[in-house]
């Protein structure tokens, strides 16, 4: 074990179990005096090694790095908005002279509509809307990582961090309009849902005439959706700017493991002796009475009280797309209908946009809410990975971390899919208005019932094996870790003490070799 606190520095362990909370609160995410932390709560049966508590600068270059991407992609797509808004009129007299423009109708009012023509195939239309979707998911993720993190820290602050995963539009801070209080959260929220309608729309397909009297398909670009897509994403990277310098981050990384020997070092949590075979779904049992191991831990369902609400929302809002769908149906297709005269008025855009953006919440607020079960299984395989030769290896990139679980994978690329089949659901078109199309509908509904399947099977699913199940609980892993080293094995340890005539053992974690492993038949505690 490297770097491990020894006996030779024991002056230095007893200033450490008398840091209290309030040295280090005002103090700056990228400066910590280990010295003068403090905390009564510390457990010294629990020997950390410093490797085991990074404070990972890489990561937080990676969440910085995030940051500046979304903010420049936001400003560059409002500049691309101001700039169709102010040489349109003129560009479109220009090109219209050449041939290259099709005839628009006498309502079309160039002071007033603003918009780019371009002609582009029905393919070329597709791949550019499923990458501003993709591009959409990309800055959303970025600048949720740093809102994660961030609250996950004032949480911790506060004494209501529970898991390493928690629902970021539903949870904050104290204090309205702290960085990461309820406004905030809820200023995320919306950004979210405007930013990924505003991408669905800003590309408006139609076929109109052209000079020598064909009909070929072209593309209307609207100068309003890029200003507010630009300026949602600015906005979030704002607010993931302030929470970033403003909020004290002992670890930027994304492990529960990282997370934890954190809290445990900085005195936020102790680990509680005898519980070496408990798992989460028996955290808040007092009892310490030895227990045999599980041949199979408790699922996501059975360990967070929120996952069956997420699966139960949902199996709802795919049967609420089937019913949309029923509804296109019986009023063909004039549900949700917005007609205009001119070419993509802005004010009609922009009531269209906002109907979308309504309608659209629902499937961001469950994409949102799914995170929840994909991230709780991503960090249970984390720790499982300590029953393993292989070992838990606490430092973890978040772009490795997130790319190395399938869960996770798998709900990255359902976001883009399903934002891009609600934008063939919902359309404008630039000649006639916002209208609502039944074979999109359906196709939503149909993504979104296999969305809910693939949650469900996530959530019910139970690990085999008897190391105890954690999903990410951070008291649960405090009191199965008694070792933490950068790598981490978990297995039986030996005898700890008898109860009349009945042997109970130990189990636990080491840096060594991996352990034998547990004895099925054998009490734990």
């Known amino acids: 074990m490297r770097s491990v606190i020894k006996d030779s520095t024991f002056p230095r362990l007893i200033i450490l179990c008398v840091m209290s909370y309030s040295s280090w609160k005002g103090i700056h995410a990228k400066e910590f005096d280990y010295d003068d932390a ?87 239309n597709i791949a550019i809307e499923l990458s501003m979707s993709a591009l959409a998911t990309a800055c959303t993720e970025a600048t949720g990582y740093v809102h994660g993190t961030t609250l996950k820290w004032g949480l911790a602050r506060e004494g209501r961090l529970a898991f390493n995963a928690n629902l970021r539009f539903f949870s904050a801070t104290k204090g309205a309009f702290s960085p990461n209080g309820p406004v905030v959260s809820a200023l995320f929220g919306i950004s979210i849902i405007l930013a990924y309608a505003s991408s669905s729309v800003f590309l408006l397909r ?22 507010v897509f630009g300026t949602m994403i600015i906005l979030q990277a704002a607010l993931g700017l302030n929470a970033f310098y403003a909020t004290p981050v002992h670890t930027w990384s994304s492990n529960p493991l990282d997370v934890t020997s954190a809290l445990v070092y900085h005195g936020y949590i102790c680990r509680r002796p005898k519980r070496c075979m408990r798992p989460v779904s028996m955290t808040h049992d007092p009892s310490t009475d030895p227990i045999r191991p599980s041949p199979r831990q408790p699922s996501p369902w059975a ?111 359902a976001k883009p899919l399903i934002h891009w089949f609600f934008g063939q659901a919902v359309r404008m078109e630039p000649l006639r208005g916002f209208f609502t199309f039944i074979q999109g509908t359906f196709l939503v509904a149909g993504g979104m019932v296999v969305l809910a399947a693939f949650i469900t099977i996530v959530a019910k699913h139970r690990p085999p094996g008897p190391q105890p199940a954690a999903y990410g609980h951070i008291q649960t892993l405090a009191d199965l870790v008694d070792d933490w080293s950068a790598t981490m094995y978990w297995g039986h340890k030996g005898n700890g003490w008898a109860v009349g005539a009945i042997p109970v053992r130990r189990a636990g974690t080491t840096n060594d070799d991996p352990l034998p492993p547990v004895c099925m038949n054998s009490a734990y505690a």
């Open 38 to 124: 403090a905390s009564d709560k510390i457990s010294l049966a629990s020997t950390i090694s410093l490797d085991a508590v990074p404070y990972d600068s890489g990561n937080r270059l990676v969440a910085l790095s995030g940051l500046v991407f979304s903010l420049i992609a936001g400003l560059v797509f409002f500049t691309i908005g101001v700039v169709i808004y102010v040489i349109s009129p003129s560009y479109y007299e220009k090109e219209l002279a050449k041939g290259l423009m099709p005839l628009l109708p006498d309502t079309y009012t160039p002071q007033t509509d603003r918009i780019a023509i371009i002609p582009l195939s029905s393919a070329a």
């Open 206 to 227: 139609a076929t109109m005439m052209d000079r020598h009297g064909q009909f070929p398909e072209w593309t209307t670009i609207s100068f309003l959706p890029l200003i």
């Open 303 to 413: 360990s967070h009280k929120s996952v069956a609400r997420v699966v139960y929302l949902s199996w709802f809002a795919a049967a609420l797309w089937f019913v949309l769908g029923g509804v296109v149906v019986v009023s063909a297709n004039t549900w949700a209908e917005i007609t205009w005269y001119g070419v993509a008025p802005p004010v009609r855009v922009l009531q269209g946009l906002f109907l979308m953006a309504a309608i659209q919440s629902i499937l961001t607020i469950v994409l949102h809410c799914c995170e929840l079960v994909t991230t709780l299984s991503r960090d249970e395989a984390v720790w499982r990975a300590a029953s393993t030769m292989k070992g838990a290896r606490p430092a973890g990139n978040p772009l490795k971390m997130a790319m190395g679980s399938w869960q996770n994978v798998g709900l990255l690329a």
